[in-house]
């Protein structure tokens, strides 16, 4: 009885706004992670993580293969949840909110923290279908301002002069570069607080990383970046703020240029200088 | 010394090279001699009458086999309604929700076993179940027996299909706020769609040939398909009953019956394999 109200209800409903536009100030997106441990199935892989990102910056998180980099940030949208194995304590705050506590929206929770992945993702669907996925998941809205919103959000992506006269063509005809750019546009859709890039250019060619990194810079206007990689010189390049991640435990934390230039702990300069990694 | 290995060698890899080329030999041989027995006998028992009519007595001219034509396609479509969507969601189930699961692990081993049962022990427990529960023969009988055969083979395509999906891309659709069920219809099946229609055809394919199954289900019948309650017309029955037959008519029709059964399989799997090709 409970059940049939719920949906007659749900299809009568009245369609929900899009996004509002987020206010200038103050600014959301503030991540705080406490004592943070990772599990693979018995095997610890995090270790009393702890990192406060701020808003509207560039976060890089960089250390050597295997060291947790992606393992920690799959936790902020509670991705790893999709393994059956993978377990995690502590807490990950967003704007004072614990994301890890069980009464937690999953959808909402995602539709706000965004993620690309390492590999390009399209879907197997148009240009215009890919961006349009996750509007359709969480809004109901006229077609033309789906179509508004999926122009804005390519021309975010620094993809719209690209794409504008294919948007009916398959997302998987595009170059790598431009799937990645198109996996961000889809991400930037929903107008997420967060979005984070888990090597977002390890399958993108020079002059395509060029072209996300820019996006990047111009991106932190609006929005909190955390970006894994494996290359320091784009950390440096891109960020404001570096994590150095050994071992599933974060050594050293602060202002990227102070810490490319003048680390405070001797792990961390030997990763930066090359001396391992 | 070095010489004498070498010609060593060379003679083993003549020798493995002609056992190899021989075996292929011989079953394309075979292969190709059926199928040439079937439409040289065959097309020569085929005509209009063969497509649209009932068929005659034996001994007297003309009539066909468009009943049991009938037949065999309503029992095949029956069987697919019934064992394309139970197969689809078995291997739904196998590649994404029961993977590392106890319970998993035993539906896919169960559908592993299923594929290698023997039809006519399908028939049999349709048998029993159905046709001697209800007391008599009847089409829908024939198209559960066909259903079971076919659910194995879906199940198990799907399932492997599905698995080639990357987790990345499951990932990308859940990272955005997609609920499971809509990553797995929109997106995973979507991306493996045209696997999944290749095993549907195959199974097709597989089961519209069979005929253990039917002996026991569906029977046969002289009539039109009308009810499928009663015993029902199909090619492969009709092809073993008058195959056995002392009349010359029968076993010309049996032939045609082979012939048109023949190019119907091939015509599934030259489809199925246009549809792979254009798709990935």
């Known amino acids: ?277 | 010394m070095k010489l004498a290995g070498a010609r060593r060698r060379k003679a083993a890899d003549w020798a493995v090279r002609i056992a190899a080329s021989l075996g292929a030999a011989v079953g394309i041989v075979f292969l190709v001699w059926i199928l040439w027995e079937v439409v040289s006998r065959g097309a020569s028992a085929l005509s209009w009458s063969f497509f649209t009519e009932l068929p005659a007595p034996p001994g007297e001219a003309g009539g066909g086999l468009a009943n049991a034509i009938l037949g065999t396609v309503l029992i095949s479509a029956g069987a697919g309604l019934l064992g394309v969507p139970a197969g689809i969601m078995a291997g739904i189930y196998l590649a994404e929700y029961g993977q590392g699961t106890r319970f998993g692990g035993l539906v896919g081993f169960m559908v592993n076993v299923m594929m290698g049962v023997p039809s006519i022990i399908a028939g049999l427990f349709v048998y029993t179940l159905i046709v001697v529960s209800l007391g008599h023969f009847s089409g829908y009988a024939g198209a559960v027996a066909l259903a079971l055969l076919m659910l194995p083979i879906v199940a198990r395509t799907t399932a492997d299909m599905m698995a080639l999906v990357p987790d990345s891309l499951r990932e990308s659709a859940l990272a955005l706020g997609a609920p499971r069920w809509r990553v797995i219809v929109q997106i995973v099946a979507r991306s493996a769609r045209s696997g999944l229609l290749t095993g549907i055809l195959l199974a097709v394919a597989r089961v519209s040939g069979e005929t253990a199954p039917l002996l026991f289900t569906a029977l046969n019948s002289p009539y039109w398909p009308h009810s499928f309650s009663g015993p029902t017309a199909n090619l492969t029955v009709t092809i073993f009953n008058y195959a056995m037959s002392p009349y010359r008519s029968w076993q010309q029709a049996a032939w045609g019956a082979s012939f048109v059964i023949t190019a119907g399989v091939l015509a599934v799997s030259l489809l199925t394999r246009y549809i792979l090709r254009r798709t990935t």
Request: include cysteine; hydrophobic fraction near 40%.
């Open chain 1, 1 to 277: 009885m409970i059940a049939i109200e719920t949906t007659s209800q749900a299809e009568s409903a009245p369609p929900r706004p899009g996004p509002q536009p987020v206010e200038s100030s103050p600014a959301r997106g503030a991540i705080a992670v406490r004592n943070l441990d990772f599990f693979y199935g018995e095997h610890q892989v995090l270790f009393g993580n702890g990192l406060d990102i701020a808003p509207r910056k560039v976060t890089a998180i960089i250390g050597p293969s295997g060291c947790g980099k992606s393992t920690h940030i799959r936790v902020y949208n509670r991705i790893y949840e999709l393994y059956r194995d993978q377990r995690c304590t502590g807490e990950v705050l967003l704007d004072g909110q614990n994301l890890l506590a069980p009464t937690v929206d999953l959808i909402e929770l995602r539709r706000r923290i965004g993620m690309i992945f390492q590999t390009p993702t399209p879907f197997p669907m148009s240009v215009f279908d890919n961006v349009a996925y996750g509007l359709r998941l969480h809004y109901t809205m006229p077609r033309s301002e789906l179509a508004d919103r999926v122009k804005t959000a390519l021309e975010d992506a620094a993809l719209w002069d690209e794409v504008r006269d294919k948007l009916h063509h398959s997302g998987i005809e595009l170059s790598g570069g431009q799937q990645q750019r198109l996996c961000i546009a889809r991400a930037l859709a929903v107008e997420p607080e967060v979005l984070l890039m888990d090597e977002p250019t390890s399958a993108v060619d020079p002059v395509g990383t060029a072209k996300i990194e820019e996006l990047v810079r111009r991106l932190k206007e609006r929005l909190t970046i955390v970006i894994v990689t494996h290359n320091m010189q784009q950390a440096a390049r891109i960020s404001d703020f570096t994590a150095f991640f050994l071992d599933g435990r974060i050594v050293e934390f602060g202002d990227t240029t102070e810490l490319f230039t003048n680390p405070v702990d001797r792990k961390t300069e030997d990763y930066i200088t090359g001396r391992f990694g």
